[in-house]
T-cell receptor, first 115, second 110 residues
Framework: EAGVAQSPRYKIIEKRQSVAFWCNPISGHATLYWYQQILGQGPKLLIQFQNNGVVDDSQLPKDRFSAERLKGVDSTLKIQPAKLEDSAVYLC?????????????FGPGTRLTVL | GEDVEQSLFLSVREGDSSVINCTYTDSSSTYLYWYKQEPGAGLQLLTYIFSNMDMKQDQRLTVLLNKKDKHLSLRIADTQTGDSAIYFCAEMGGSYIPTFGRGTSLIVHP
């Protein structure tokens, strides 16, 4: 079974530029999560999708961050414009509602550096 | 909001037992998890425990839960160099939104 795929793996941009990340979850997983992991901290949930609907985006800075999950499969996370404090690893995870313990399967992440 | 706290570092000798501790604040936690993160990789579920359990054993791993004190621990028996990683404690309550701790870096030296 293929895991969660993310691209790019690394991105370096200057502040005020825009950037987009892509995630392909495990086939059949209805729930998709985007996390921000700042160095030395645990993952912080940005947004959670159930199929193509948003379940929770309370911690998403909506003035600069946006995310979509068209057709309930792949997802993109965009930052526009980026700030220095957005430097972090952005993790995508997916889970299946049939998994009773809500195990999340994580991708390798995209490491973003904002200069 | 909910909070999960962990110590940041643990260093052990190969063959010894490792104990990683975690405290949480959400009294409605249903599941508590331990995830492992190796360098350059995403998190991987190591083990979990239901909130109505006190202990769970899975090969070299033992999870202890003290619900009264909201304290969770992970014991790794016979720690190997391959166990060197960051271990994250996480809890999930009625909101079904998981909250992660900052992670404990486990360093295993010969």
């Amino acid at each position: 079974e293929a895991g969660v795929a993310q691209s790019p793996r690394y991105k370096i941009i200057e502040k005020r530029q825009s950037v987009a990340f892509w995630c392909n979850p495990i086939s059949g997983h209805a729930t998709l999560y985007w996390y921000q992991q700042i160095l030395g901290q645990g993952p912080k949930l940005l947004i959670q999708f159930q199929n193509n609907g948003v379940v929770d985006d309370s911690q998403l800075p909506k003035d600069r961050f946006s995310a979509e999950r068209l057709k309930g499969v792949d997802s993109t996370l965009k930052i526009q414009p980026a700030k220095l404090e957005d430097s972090a690893v952005y993790l995508c995870a997916s889970s299946s509602p049939t998994n009773g313990i809500n195990e999340q399967f994580f991708g390798p992440g995209t490491r973003l550096t904002v200069l | 909001g909910e909070d999960v706290e962990q110590s940041l570092f643990l260093s052990v000798r190969e063959g010894d037992s490792s104990v990683i501790n975690c405290t949480y604040t959400d009294s409605s936690s249903t599941y508590l998890y331990w995830y492992k993160q190796e360098p350059g990789a995403g998190l991987q579920l190591l083990t979990y425990i239901f909130s109505n359990m006190d202990m769970k054993q899975d090969q070299r791993l033992t999870v202890l839960l003290n619900k009264k004190d909201k304290h969770l621990s992970l014991r790794i028996a016979d720690t190997q160099t391959g166990d060197s990683a960051i271990y994250f404690c996480a809890e999930m309550g009625g909101s079904y939104i998981p909250t992660f701790g900052r992670g404990t870096s486990l360093i295993v030296h010969p």
